[in-house]
Every structure is written in structure tokens, then in C-alpha cells.
């Protein structure tokens, strides 16, 4: 069996096979997918992709600041005296492991979730568990960055015109609607003639 060729993608070892055979079975023992130098599918190239796309939501633990305090609500002597509930934030300005353009979309989108010293603020008192609930705020931290990563799609141009179309047909309709009232208190007025 032939080694494996480095892709020219990167100076990593890929899985490619520089034949043109399909699906073959490495040493290893799993399948790779064939093909010619830079066309097709390469896993070492979609690894590197995949990789680049969880460094933006890979959130640094080390770099927030963590807080736990008392949960709230039922659980008798236990949520009285541990305290589970955990407060996650970090400042979005001075985020070094945040693009420039992300922390702009962070400040705009969830400006609630922002308090006045420019942190963005999350906690969790789901669990009874320290580690799960700092778990689940770094699960709603993750989560906000994508949703402020998504960039909102441009409508095409039928849409724009339905959109048109529906505004002028509602704003006939509003005038049509108000031409009648008038008309009604025209009518109720009493004539003096």
C-alpha cells in the first residue's frame, strides 16, 4: 500500500490518494476519498476548515471571568449552602480572541445582555452542579457569538418587489379605509343650506 501523499493544501499528512480509484481503505483502516491534486473533496483541507471555523467560537475559558454565588428557588438546605450558580462574563473590547468586526456585531446585537462596564454578562442556576452550570454559560457564550457571527442575508430582487408590492397595496388600502370614514362623518354632519 502506497504511503500517504501530502496534499498541497497544507504540509499536513493527508488521507488522499493521488489515484483515481474512489473510496479506498487506508492502513489504518478507515476509507479515504481519492482524487487528483486540488480538485475534490480532501479531509486534511476540510480539517483545516473546520478547525478555523471552531477558533472563532472557541471560547478561551482562562480569559473569563467566573463567579459563583447562591442559586435561587426550591432545594431546601443544599441551595442554601452551596453556592452552584455560576456568572460567566468578559469584557468584548479587550477580547484578544475576538475578530475586530465580531465584537462590533456583539456590541450591537445583544446590547441587553451588555451591563455599563462594556462585559457581556451570562449566567446559568440550572444544575445543582458547579461544573455543569459554568458548562452551560460557556454553551450560551458560544451560542451568542454565532448568532452575532450570522450575517443576515441580502433579500433578492423578487423578494424586494413582493415586499414593494405588499407595502403599496396595504398603504391603498389604509387610504381607501380612511376615504370611508370620512365619508361616514361627512354623511352624519348636519347640513345648514
Not at 501523499?5 to 479506498?24: D, K, N, Y
Not at 486534511?44 to 475559558?61: E, F, G, K, Y
Not at 452552584?84 to 468586526?101: C, G, I, M
Request: net charge positive; hydrophobic share 35%.
Amino acid at each position: 500500500m502506497a504511503a500517504p501523499a501530502v496534499c498541497s493544501f497544507s504540509p499536513l499528512v493527508c488521507a488522499c490518494r493521488w489515484r483515481l480509484t474512489g473510496i479506498t481503505a487506508l492502513s489504518s483502516g478507515t476509507a479515504g476519498i481519492q482524487h487528483r491534486p486540488g480538485i475534490g473533496f480532501c479531509p486534511a483541507r476540510a480539517a483545516a476548515r473546520s478547525t478555523q471555523d471552531q477558533q472563532l467560537t472557541h471560547i478561551p475559558v482562562d480569559k473569563l471571568k467566573v463567579s459563583y454565588s447562591r442559586s435561587s428557588g426550591a432545594g431546601g438546605q443544599h441551595v442554601n449552602k452551596v453556592n452552584t450558580k455560576a456568572e460567566v462574563r468578559f469584557h468584548v473590547q479587550t477580547a484578544d480572541w475576538l475578530p475586530e468586526t465580531l465584537k462590533s456585531q456583539i456590541l450591537l446585537k445583544h446590547q441587553s445582555r451588555i451591563n455599563k462596564a462594556g462585559e457581556l454578562f451570562v449566567r446559568s442556576e440550572i444544575s445543582r452542579s458547579q461544573r455543569r452550570n459554568l458548562q452551560e454559560c460557556v454553551q450560551k457564550l458560544t451560542a451568542l457569538i454565532q448568532e452575532a457571527e450570522q450575517q443576515e442575508a441580502e433579500p433578492s430582487p423578487e423578494d424586494q418587489e413582493l415586499w414593494k408590492n405588499r407595502l403599496n397595496k396595504r398603504n391603498l388600502e389604509r387610504l381607501k379605509q380612511k376615504k370611508i370614514h370620512s365619508a361616514t362623518k361627512r354623511a352624519r354632519r348636519p347640513d345648514f343650506d
